[in-house]
């Protein structure tokens, strides 16, 4: 063999010898599966069961997030005398070895979550009680009960944020924190927790504080002055009170209630920097009325509460008055969502004079009076929606007040009328949502109001509201629009979808073609419509109409959204698919009764990759016999095939007559001309064969 041709085949093993020598020395060393940073060593998701030894002794951060590290040997860290922070959560972790930070002075986070920590607690406490400058602990998710944990945090007094979520604990009391002097931040959620007695009583400069998703019912005679934030969410507490006899200023400025079963507003610090009220999906409501009456002479203001060890607090919390709820003078955010509020308070709003934003719906406000109660200049959302308002009042100075409302929701209410003049006096209004309720459109001739003498008005007028940017007016039983009905109101956000008789008139909102980016006609028996005029629009839903074909002037819209579900749409025609797929991004199509056979644009979509069609394994169609098939497994035989099947059929069809063709001429030589076939083989036979 020729010297060339071995010669390639020699250097390729050559290389491949190395190759495989060098693979294995390059991996299996330690620090090869760690990035270096500077100082940082990064170790995480590498498949590896003990520190590596071989790093820079200088790193500061060591981070083995993720691997199978079972147990950390007391001489792992030795030589890393300069670390400061360890990560090695989500490992098997169950031990530390008691020794493992003789050699780390300087460690200041240590993040463990994650592990089996409760199999090893008692060496892994030793070795804790060795890190005098501790600051930052994670021990989440080790499945730590209270007993494990009051002994893991023994002698922790440089500690400053501590995570305990998601473990087991059940009850806190005096001993469960004991040592923690420098505590800032306590992290408690997701535990079980359903008692606290007195723990937090000497962390005094515990700030932050989380003791979501626990099973508390109540937190009662609250007098941690210095917490600025209180995370209480999704537990069971029916009572919040604070303690009414303390003068000091408390410094909480968020306090998140949301998700338990208050039946009274909390009884807050009678001083405080409360900014933040969380109490959504409550059952909240206001009880003055019954506190009016004398009808309850024998009704009791005191509330009494017991503990595991018998021990009984009384509270009297005046509950009935609601001139009481504490300082709420700083809120700015009040979510009240979610409960049973039939009215305000008289003049509970006005002690809010800075708040911005009020969240009320789903309540079950029946009136609202914006003159009674006196909104405060500052606000910039108000919802109300899904209450059961019918009527909503409101003088023009106590609007003219309202300078900074930017978003207002007055949907699913019961309202008839409205104040005339509502939206154009409010100077900054940009989003109103006035859907399901029965209100109407002004006409061009009548200024709202003047029908029933200038109090209420069933129209509103939406012309030359400058601010006005998103309107909702779904379900209003609309009918005609007036002609220029928007003429001056720059929206680019127009929503009109279930006012099934709608009529849009052709010159009712074309004065919008140069703003409007969405359009939802939605269920708005639209036969069809000129879009052309509209060159902005980008989100189109004529979703739920009886259309049997789309709109011919789609086509020159850069549209990004459409939904044209539940039509009568048999088949999208193939130019229009294609100047869509060049511009769409999403498209609903479910519920149209496709023809199986006209599926093209489907294939169109399909082919553009930049069309998500968001219901696609749902659309369906019909072939000739009305049977129904999802359109992703449709079989394209079915239909005799697109044009590119259609080739083989009539190659079939070619081969077929060709091959029974040649069939008969072959038995029709061989039967007639049978001599013919002794000779074929005699001819064959008499060769020799060479071997
Ligand atoms: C905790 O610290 C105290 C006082 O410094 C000391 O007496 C005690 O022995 C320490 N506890 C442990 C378990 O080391
Ligand atoms: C505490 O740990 C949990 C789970 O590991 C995490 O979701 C949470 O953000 C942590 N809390 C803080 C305050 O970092
Ligand atoms: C309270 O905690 C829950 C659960 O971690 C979180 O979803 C919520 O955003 C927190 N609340 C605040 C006001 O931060
Ligand atoms: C209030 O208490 C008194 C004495 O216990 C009783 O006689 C009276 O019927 C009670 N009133 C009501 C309205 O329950
Ligand atoms: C609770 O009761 C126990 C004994 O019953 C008593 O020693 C303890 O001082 C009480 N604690 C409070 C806060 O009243
Ligand atoms: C709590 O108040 C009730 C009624 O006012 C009284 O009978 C009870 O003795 C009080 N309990 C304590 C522990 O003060
Ligand atoms: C709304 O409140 C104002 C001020 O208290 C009052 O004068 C007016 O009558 C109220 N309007 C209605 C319809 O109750
Ligand atoms: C108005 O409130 C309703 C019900 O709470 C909600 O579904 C809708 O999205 C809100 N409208 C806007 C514009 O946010
Ligand atoms: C305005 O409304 C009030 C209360 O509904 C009513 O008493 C008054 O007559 C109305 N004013 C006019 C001019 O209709
Ligand atoms: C289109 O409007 C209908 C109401 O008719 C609504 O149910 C649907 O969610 C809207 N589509 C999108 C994409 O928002």
């Known amino acids: 063999m020729p010297i060339q041709g071995l010669l390639p085949t020699l250097v390729c093993l050559t290389i491949w010898t190395l190759w495989s020598l060098l693979i294995p020395a390059l991996s299996h060393p330690h620090h090869s599966l760690c990035r270096l940073t500077q100082k940082i060593a990064l170790c995480s998701d590498s498949e590896i069961s003990s520190v590596p030894r071989d790093l820079p002794d200088n790193i500061e951060e060591l981070h083995l997030t993720h691997n199978h590290i079972q147990m950390l040997q007391d001489d792992s860290l030795s030589r890393y005398i300069s670390l400061r922070t360890l990560s090695c959560a989500k490992n098997r972790l169950e031990t530390v070895g008691s020794k493992l930070f003789h050699n780390s002075p300087h460690l200041e986070s240590l993040n463990l979550a994650g592990n089996q920590l409760h199999v090893g607690y008692q060496e892994t406490s030793r070795a804790l009680l060795t890190l005098s400058r501790l600051k930052v602990l994670d021990l989440s998710e080790n499945q730590l009960t209270n007993d494990i944990a009051s002994v893991l945090l023994q002698n922790m007094t440089s500690l400053e944020h501590l995570n305990l979520s998601r473990n087991l604990l059940l009850r806190l009391d005096e001993s469960s924190f004991s040592d923690l002097h420098q505590l800032r931040e306590l992290d408690l959620q997701r535990n079980?927790?359903?008692e606290i007695v007195d723990a937090f009583d000497h962390l005094h400069k515990l700030q932050r504080l989380n003791l979501a998703f626990n099973h508390l019912a109540c937190l009662m005679d609250f007098d941690m002055t210095q917490l600025v934030v209180l995370n209480a969410s999704h537990n069971n507490i029916e009572w919040f009170i604070a303690n009414q006899d303390l003068q000091e200023t408390f410094q909480l400025e968020t306090l998140d209630l949301t998700n338990n079963n208050?039946?009274?507003?909390?009884?807050?610090?009678?001083?405080s920097r409360l900014r933040n009220l969380h109490l959504s999906q409550n059952r909240v409501s206001f009880y003055e009325h019954l506190a009016d009456t004398a009808g309850y002479p024998n009704w009791t203001n005191s509330v009494q509460f017991f503990n595991l060890r018998d021990n009984v607090t009384n509270v009297t919390a005046q509950l009935w008055d609601e001139s009481l709820h504490g300082d709420i003078s700083s809120l700015d955010l009040l979510d009240l969502s979610g409960n049973q509020v039939g009215y305000f308070p008289q003049g509970f709003i006005s002690k809010m004079p800075s708040l911005v934003r009020l969240r009320m719906q789903t309540n079950c406000l029946e009136v609202l009076n914006l003159t009674l109660e006196k909104l405060p200049g500052t606000l910039y959302e108000l919802d109300v929606s899904n209450n059961r308002l019918t009527e909503l009042h409101a003088d023009q100075g106590s609007l003219n007040e309202l300078g900074k409302l930017s978003y207002l929701n007055l949907s699913q209410n019961y309202l008839q009328s409205l104040p005339p003049r509502l939206f154009s006096s409010l100077t900054s209004i940009s989003s109103v949502d006035i859907s399901f309720n029965r209100i109407g459109i002004c006409p061009l001739e009548e200024w709202g109001g003047n029908r029933d003498g200038?109090?209420?008005?069933d129209c509103v007028v939406w012309r030359n509201i400058i601010s006005l940017r998103q309107l909702h007016l779904s379900g209003c039983n609309l009918g005609r629009l007036p002609s220029s009905a928007f003429t001056g109101t720059p929206l680019t956000h127009l929503e009109l979808s279930n006012n099934p008789e709608l009529n849009i008139g052709p010159r009712s909102i074309v004065g919008l073609s140069r703003t409007l980016h969405h359009l939802g006609l939605g269920n708005t028996g639209l036969r069809d419509f000129d879009f052309s005029p509209f060159h902005h629009l980008k989100s189109l839903n004529i979703s739920?109409?009886?259309?049997?074909?789309?709109?011919?002037?789609?086509?020159?819209?850069?549209?990004?959204?459409?939904d044209l579900r539940d039509n009568n749409l048999n088949t999208v025609p193939s130019d229009q698919a294609n100047t869509l797929a060049l511009k769409l991004q999403t498209v609903f199509l479910n519920g149209n009764t496709f023809n199986c056979c006209q599926l093209d644009w489907y294939r169109t979509f399909e082919r553009a990759k930049t069309v998500n069609i968001i219901d696609l394994s749902d659309?369906?169609?019909?072939?000739?016999?009305?049977?129904?098939?999802?359109?992703?497994?449709?079989?394209p035989l079915m239909c005799g095939g697109s044009e590119e099947e259609s080739v083989y059929w009539y190659i079939l069809l070619f081969i077929v007559p060709v091959l029974c063709l040649v069939g008969i001429s072959v038995i029709f030589l061989l039967t007639f001309r049978p001599r013919l076939l002794p000779k074929a083989i005699k001819n064959k036979c008499r060769r020799p064969t060479s071997y």
């Open 192 to 194: 079980m927790l359903f």
């Open 262 to 271: 208050l039946l009274f507003f909390p009884f807050l610090p009678i001083q």
């Open 454 to 457: 200038g109090n209420q008005s």
């Open 544 to 562: 739920r109409n009886s259309l049997t074909q789309l709109p011919a002037s789609l086509q020159r819209l850069e549209l990004r959204l459409l």
């Open 619 to 635: 659309i369906s169609c019909q072939d000739l016999t009305k049977n129904t098939h999802k359109v992703v497994f449709l079989d």
